[in-house]
């Protein structure tokens, strides 16, 4: 592995895409239970891991970017 922003990609990512799976998956167990009283509280739950899963997603894209840049910059100062 390369530097800390690849290893803060690769966690953030699988964490970020684990959340959404989850947080669908989630949302339709509070549906199957849209007739009780307590579909609301899993309809938060849902929307918290979707949201702070889509969260860490987008950091992950940012942390890859970071690491390609720096890639980027000590191949060329490899090759200078």
Do not use: P
Not at 28 to 33: G, K, P, R, T
Not at 48 to 59: F, P
């Amino acid at each position: 592995m390369g530097n800390h922003h690849f290893e803060k990609w690769l966690y953030k990512t699988i964490l970020g895409s684990l959340l959404v799976a989850g947080g669908i998956f989630f949302m339709y167990y509070s549906l199957s239970h849209l007739m009780r009283n307590d579909w609301i509280l899993y309809g938060l739950i849902c929307a918290v891991a979707v949201a702070v899963g889509v969260y860490l997603l987008s950091s992950g894209a940012t942390n890859k970017v970071k690491s390609d840049m720096i890639k980027k910059q000590k191949f060329r100062q490899q090759s200078s």
